[in-house]
């Protein structure tokens, strides 16, 4: 086993992040973070509650009126950015580590996915913000009407905590490039990395105030960001459930702009004339057991057309030892640990769920790696589920896949929008119009053909229904951190 050595070189601070300084919540309270990896506590975390919220809106606030970040020539916030990204790549093991320890995904993909991806969306929207022209309105030639973009002002972003530092990167990249002052919550299940990302983006050049980071619970230091008079925007990634109450705080406060990119309960649809069996197999396998299938677009819901479905579930049995759960710091380990009890206690909760409604527990089904004081669970695969069951219906986030099968495309679409969710789907099929007519018929923000796996930076990310409102990635999160103003300017010309 190749083990990651490092973890004695880290430097754990659980502090928070307010004004370009690590400070302690007002009330000096601290909770634990603890390491799904084995049980053990990693350090102690600010228990930030509506005093430092306060004190961290006023710094921001500060910051956004004296100009000193979003007053900066785009071309120069740009190279900030540039320098935060690059100062992630060159921590990159480290971050690796921290998210591994705090959440419990592999290393591998830590270092692999989450960092590289986190760096590479900072950048990115670095480099965008110097290419982006406002408009001209085509009026009549005795009047101008400048058509700008300008920054919303303070942005409160909440995420949770399966992909710490990326979702937090969807959110605070494009807010900070537009000239915006961020106050970021990461969820109180994985801190580390948001703490370590804002030292690194004070260390880059951008002003003390400008992007802050408060630790602490939902209800305790999310609630009062959301509620917040001061904060103009909130960008919320997170639960359905919590992130309806972000709507609703948002109304009840100053009607500040509400984001939500929420749950997910994915088909997965395989037709018999699939062009690639094997691939399809493993595409559908790897991306519910990717990130301990902790992902919002996770493809949860498989349907396989009924007449290929034994030869399908054949092959794909033959594939899930392969995905045993092991020690995330194993280098060769590809599924880790479930984020914390509560979570691995609640994805073994459905699969009971599960087979008291009558499907069929093909694999898996139990906690794994008990003499490691972590919390893991067996790769789990369901056949002969209906639609109506509750593993078809809410989201597990954990590694359970629901096999469930159809007879015709009218028969999976309908199945398939038959949810709450919208937010990604797939189909596999040879045939062009059969494809095309799926997709477009598919209730959801995304959805992929012949594969599940593509993704980059500059499409459009979210959901339809209840995943969600808005969208991240691409050029049009732009438009969730800015405000359009006119301006309209008379011509009385001479000539
Ligand atoms: P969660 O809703 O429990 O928590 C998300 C964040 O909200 C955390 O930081 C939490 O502390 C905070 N929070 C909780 N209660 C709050 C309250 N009352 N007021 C303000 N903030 C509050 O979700 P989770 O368990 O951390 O994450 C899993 C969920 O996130 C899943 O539903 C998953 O689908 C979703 N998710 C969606 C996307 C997407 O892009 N659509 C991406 C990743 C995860």
């Known amino acids: 086993m190749t083990t990651e050595k490092s973890t ?18 007002l009330s000096g309270e601290t909770f634990d973070c603890i390491s799904p990896v084995d049980g053990r506590t990693l350090t102690t975390v600010a228990r930030c509650a509506e005093a430092d919220i306060n004190a961290a809106v006023l710094a921001a606030r500060t910051a956004f009126e004296d100009r000193r970040w979003c007053g900066l020539a785009p071309a120069k916030r740009k190279q900030i950015m540039i320098r935060f990204a690059d ?9 690796a580590m921290l998210e591994t320890l705090d959440m419990g995904k592999p290393i591998k993909y830590a270092r692999a996915v989450d960092v590289n991806s986190a760096a590479n969306c900072i950048r990115w929207y670095g480099e965008a ?175 396989v057309e009924a007449s290929i479905k034994e030869k399908f579930l054949e092959k ?18 590809i599924m880790g640990a479930i984020v914390d009890q509560t979570q691995m206690n609640s994805v073994l909760r459905y699969i009971e769920i599960g087979k008291s409604e009558g499907a069929q527990l093909l694999a898996g089904g139990e906690q794994a790696r008990l003499a490691s004081g972590g919390f893991y669970v067996q790769p789990t695969i369901f056949d002969g589920v209906r639609n109506d069951m509750t593993i078809a219906r809410e989201e597990i986030f954990g590694p359970v896949l629901s096999v469930l099968s159809f007879t015709d495309a009218a028969d999976v679409v309908s199945q398939a929008n038959q949810s709450v969710y919208g937010l990604q789907a797939a189909v596999w099929t040879r045939d062009i119009n059969k494809a095309l007519g799926v997709a477009r018929a598919l209730r959801a923000g995304t959805v992929h053909v012949n594969q599940y796996d593509e993704d980059d930076i500059t499409v459009p990310f979210g959901g339809f229904k209840q995943s969600g409102v808005g969208r991240d990635k691409s050029l049009h999160a732009f438009d969730k951190y800015t405000e359009t103003k006119t301006t309209w300017i008379r011509i009385d010309s001479p000539v």
């Not at 502090?15 to 919540?25: L, S, T």
């Not at 100062?87 to 971050?95: D, I, P, R, S, Y």
């Open 129 to 303: 913000v110097d290419k982006i022209y406002d408009e001209i309105a085509p009026t009549p030639s005795t009047a101008l009407a400048l058509i700008m973009r300008e920054p919303v002002g303070v942005v409160g972003v909440i995420v949770p905590w399966n992909y710490p530092m990326i979702m937090a990167s969807w959110k605070i990249a494009p807010a900070l490039a537009s000239g915006n002052s961020v106050v970021l919550k990461p969820s109180e299940k994985s801190p580390l990395t948001a703490l370590r990302m804002a030292d690194l983006a004070l260390e880059a050049g951008i002003p003390p105030g400008v992007f802050n980071v408060v630790t602490g619970y939902g209800p305790e230091t999310g609630s009062p960001l959301a509620l917040h008079m001061d904060v103009d925007c909130i960008a919320f990634t997170g639960s359905t459930r919590v992130g309806k109450q972000i709507h609703v705080m948002a109304g009840q406060s100053n009607l500040k702009r509400a984001w939500t990119e929420l749950g997910g309960k994915s088909p997965n649809i395989v037709f018999a004339d699939c062009p690639d069996l094997d691939k399809a197999v493993e595409s559908a396998v790897g991306s519910i057991f990717f990130n301990q299938g902790e992902s919002c677009n996770a493809p949860s819901r498989l349907f």
């Open 8 to 25: 004695i070189a880290l430097k754990f601070d659980g502090r928070a992040f307010i004004n370009g300084e690590r400070i302690n919540a």
């Open 87 to 95: 100062l992630l790549l060159k921590h990159a093991e480290e971050l």
């Open 316 to 333: 794909a049995l033959a594939l899930v030892p392969g995905y045993a759960p092991g020690n995330p710091l194993d280098k060769a380990t």
